[in-house]
């Protein structure tokens, strides 16, 4: 038997799981994946925690529950995985060998890299939302808070979800005024970009909210330390920020297993042919998801796709044919702006987000680059289709692979309108 | 493609002035490029700097980040700020002659 083995079950290992045992031969191939973790989150879902939207149990499930029959499932961490003689070495120093090895160990937070950072202010006056721990913590610390200077912060670039500070900066808003106390809360967003947003139009857009929000917007922050005493963060050009409580989205780097496998760049993250999502390094490893190093979005979207066009190159490899260079960047993100209303945006590696009306021309129901609450209500029903669609390696109804030019404004760029 | 007079020479400029023809970078230029950019003189330091990245850009055909150069010896990160103030290695690869740094999404 040949052995397929799957490195990580989170939101892309196991879409991959769920797609392969359909398409496999399973008189050829054995399928595995290997995950130390039994618990699926829906990550998508932090967000809502610190608000008390959602609860832990709104977004934990078993990860057994979304594998399917007639894959084998591993328990166990990683030690190493060694290319050159296709192996993989588990913590209990079992050794698993491959033919086709598919790398979806993700992406995870990094506080230490930042000075200062998870210090005795971590998770008392310095919380991150992208863990659970960060997220509960964060949630009572909302509850006691009597205002002050809240600072919403993103570390550098490449992060899970680029919008996610953004959002909660926005729904930060909204919270506070809900409990009354917003005239008593100073909200800073500072980020190392030049401006709210990676892509250009987009940043226009949100920018502006920012400002109608009352949000001061600190751009090209690039921080050096923080310092959890005095509270305040300071950049390694002497710009300082003060803070009563800070949220932040720290580094965002590669899974340990990666740097010690010696497979990943400088973040750990692993060099991956952008289209068809072969690994640079050898033939017969695929990467996906979050793990990549690829210029795309690390969200749960961009798995999904990558998903897709993963699936039909893997059964094109074990035919010994050409594989399609079919992954063209495409994201699909919801924008949560607080009070009921939500963005929607399409793009992909060329085109940055458009006006237009999403899946269907004329009829949506959805609005990209628009805030509206059908967009709220899409991002909120996405929870049921994480689970029982995208988990299961389906397709989604109405929204293909390759971004769709279908309803969208092209050729609109708002920056000409603002130039 | 635009183009545009640099110290007396033509090159061929990109998004926001960055030089798409690295062929077609010389000290001059960045002598000018600085000055217009409101760095003034190139020191050594500078110098230094630059020359890295260009070598970097030649050997991997991609920019090295922020990130990776604390991990070398040329420039200590902090002193790359000193350098190139206000986004250093927007400013710096600019005066080198390479692309504009992405912001990936």
Not at chain 1, 48 to 71: A, N, R
Not at chain 1, 160 to 175: G, M, N, T
Not at chain 1, 374 to 392: E, S
Request: net charge negative.
């Amino acid at each position: 038997m040949k052995q397929l083995i799957i490195v990580g079950a989170g939101t892309a290992g196991t879409m991959m799981a769920n797609k392969l045992v359909r398409e496999m031969n399973p008189k050829e191939w054995t399928i595995s994946i290997i995950d130390k973790h039994k618990t699926h989150y829906y990550q998508p879902g932090f967000l809502f925690i610190p608000f008390g939207t959602y609860s832990e149990k709104d977004v934990i499930k078993k990860k057994t529950q979304f594998l399917p029959k007639g894959i084998n499932f591993i328990q166990q961490g990683i030690h190493e995985i060694d290319g050159e003689s296709n192996t993989i070495t588990l913590e209990d120093g079992t050794k698993k060998s491959y033919d086709i090895l598919i790398i979806a160990t993700g992406s995870v937070i990094v506080p230490e890299e930042t000075e200062g950072l998870k210090g005795e202010g971590w998770h008392r006056d310095i919380f991150d939302f992208y863990t659970v721990e960060g997220a509960t913590a964060l949630r009572e610390r909302l509850k006691a808070w009597k205002g002050g200077k809240l600072l919403v912060h993103m570390t550098e670039m490449p992060i899970k979800c680029p919008v996610s500070p953004l959002e909660f900066a926005f729904l930060a808003d909204s919270f506070f005024k809900d409990t009354g106390i917003r005239e008593k809360v100073e909200i800073t967003y500072a980020t190392p970009l030049s401006g709210a947003f990676t892509k250009a139009n987009c940043s226009l857009v949100l920018g502006h909210l920012l400002k109608d929000k009352g949000i001061d917007l600190v751009p090209d922050f690039d921080i050096e330390m923080v310092n959890d005493e005095s509270k305040y963060i300071q950049s390694y050009d002497d710009k300082k920020i003060d803070f009563d409580l800070m949220v932040t989205v720290p580094t965002n780097m590669g899974d340990e297993v990666i740097e010690r496998s010696e497979l990943g760049d400088e973040l750990r993250f692993i060099p991956t042919h952008p289209n068809t999502l072969q690994g640079k390094k050898y033939d017969n490893m695929f990467i996906l998801g979050d793990a990549t190093d690829l210029p795309s979005s690390k969200a749960g979207s961009v798995a999904h796709f990558q998903a897709e066009v993963l699936t039909e190159n893997i059964m094109l490899y074990v035919r010994d044919l050409e594989l399609k260079p079919d992954f063209d960047g495409h994201a699909n993100c919801f924008i949560e702006s607080g009070a009921g209303k939500a963005f929607l945006i399409d793009f992909n590696y060329d085109l940055e987000p458009v006006e237009g009306d999403f899946p269907l021309p004329g009829i949506g129901p959805f609005s990209l680059l628009k805030e509206t609450r059908m967009n709220h209500l899409g991002k909120l029903a996405f929870r049921w289709i994480y689970w029982n669609i995208l988990l299961k390696g389906r397709p989604m109804p109405g929204i293909s692979t390759q971004m769709s030019l279908r309803g969208k404004k092209i050729g609109h760029d708002r920056r000409k309108e603002h130039a | 493609m635009p183009e545009r007079n640099i110290a007396q020479t033509v090159v061929q400029v990109g998004e926001d002035g960055y030089m798409t023809q690295p062929s077609e970078w010389t000290r001059e230029i960045a002598i000018a490029l600085a000055e217009e950019s409101g760095i003034g003189e190139l020191t050594q330091s500078h110098w230094d700097v630059i020359e890295y990245l260009q070598q970097y850009f030649k050997e991997n055909q991609k920019l090295p980040t922020i990130r990776s150069l604390k991990k070398t010896k040329v420039v200590p990160t902090k002193e790359f700020y000193q350098l190139f103030p206000e986004g250093p290695l927007k400013k710096a690869t600019k005066i080198a002659g390479l692309p504009k740094p992405a912001s990936c999404v």
